[in-house]
T-cell receptor, first 110, second 117 residues
Framework: KNQVEQSPQSLIILEGKNCTLQCNYTVSPFSNLRWYKQDTGRGPVSLTIMTFSENTKSNGRYTATLDADTKQSSLHITASQLSDSASYICVVSASFKTIFGAGTRLFVKA | SAVISQKPSRDICQRGTSLTIQCQVDSQVTMMFWYRQQPGQSLTLIATANQGSEATYESGFVIDKFPISRPNLTFSTLTVSNMSPEDSSIYLC??????????????FGPGTRLTVL
C-alpha cells in the first residue's frame, strides 16, 4: 500500500534553534518527493523537489535529504524564525499517483 | 511557476445550501485538481478536472455532491452541493507545471475555507 508517514506530528522549538522533520514512504514506483510549507489558512507552497538521483536539495534555510534505498527523507530547518511556524507536508509521487503525508505542525516560539 | 487564485477565500454557509468555488490560473494547463483538507488533516484529492471532458472523481467523491466545470484551460469551478457541517474544510485548487530543470511541480491555490453551520 502506498503510504507517506511523517514524524513528529507536531514540534515546538525556540526561535533560532534548528530542527529536523522526518518522512518515510512506501510509494512505488518512486517518481519524486516534495516538501511543502503550509501556513495556517493558506495553500501549500513548495520548498524542495527531489528526484530519485538526488540526495540533498537546499532552499535557503531549508535543506531536504533523500535516501531512496531506505525510502526516507528529512527536512532540516536552520536558525528557525517565528515565520517558520507552519505545517510541513511531505508529498511523494509515483507514476500516476500523488500521496500526501499528514504533515508536521511546527511551532516556533520567541 | 503558476499563479493560482481562488474565490471566495472563505465563506460561512447554511446546511442544505450549495457553494461554488472558482479557480483561476495565470497560464494554460491541461489538468486542474481539486483537493479537500479537513481540519488537522492532510490533503485529499477530490477530482481531476480535464478541459473538454468530464471530471475524474476519486473514491468516495461523486459528481452529484461535487460537480465540477472546466470551460477552458485557465479556469475551473467546484460546487459543494447540499452542504452539511461535515463539508467544513479548506478546498484547494491545484495544477501541475514544469519547473526548469526539476521536472513537474505541483502548485496550489490559497484555498477556500468553508464553514457549514
Amino acid at each position: 500500500k502506498n503510504q507517506v508517514e511523517q514524524s513528529p506530528q507536531s514540534l515546538i522549538i525556540l526561535e533560532g534553534k534548528n530542527c529536523t522533520l522526518q518522512c518515510n514512504y512506501t510509494v512505488s514506483p518512486f517518481s519524486n518527493l516534495r516538501w511543502y510549507k503550509q501556513d495556517t489558512g493558506r495553500g501549500p507552497v513548495s520548498l524542495t523537489i527531489m528526484t530519485f538521483s538526488e540526495n540533498t536539495k537546499s532552499n535557503g534555510r531549508y535543506t531536504a535529504t533523500l535516501d531512496a534505498d531506505t525510502k526516507q527523507s528529512s527536512l532540516h530547518i536552520t536558525a528557525s524564525q517565528l515565520s517558520d511556524s507552519a505545517s510541513y507536508i511531505c508529498v511523494v509521487s509515483a507514476s500516476f499517483k500523488t500521496i500526501f503525508g499528514a504533515g508536521t505542525r511546527l511551532f516556533v516560539k520567541a | 511557476s503558476a499563479v493560482i487564485s481562488q474565490k471566495p477565500s472563505r465563506d460561512i454557509c447554511q446546511r442544505g445550501t450549495s457553494l461554488t468555488i472558482q479557480c483561476q490560473v495565470d497560464s494554460q494547463v491541461t489538468m486542474m485538481f481539486w483537493y479537500r483538507q479537513q481540519p488537522g488533516q492532510s490533503l485529499t484529492l477530490i477530482a481531476t478536472a480535464n478541459q473538454g471532458s468530464e471530471a475524474t472523481y476519486e473514491s468516495g467523491f461523486v459528481i452529484d455532491k461535487f460537480p465540477i466545470s472546466r470551460p477552458n484551460l485557465t479556469f475551473s469551478t467546484l460546487t459543494v452541493s447540499n452542504m452539511s457541517p461535515e463539508d467544513s474544510s479548506i478546498y484547494l485548487c491545484s495544477v501541475v507545471g514544469s519547473t526548469s530543470g526539476e521536472g513537474d511541480e505541483q502548485f496550489f491555490g490559497p484555498g477556500t475555507r468553508l464553514t457549514v453551520l
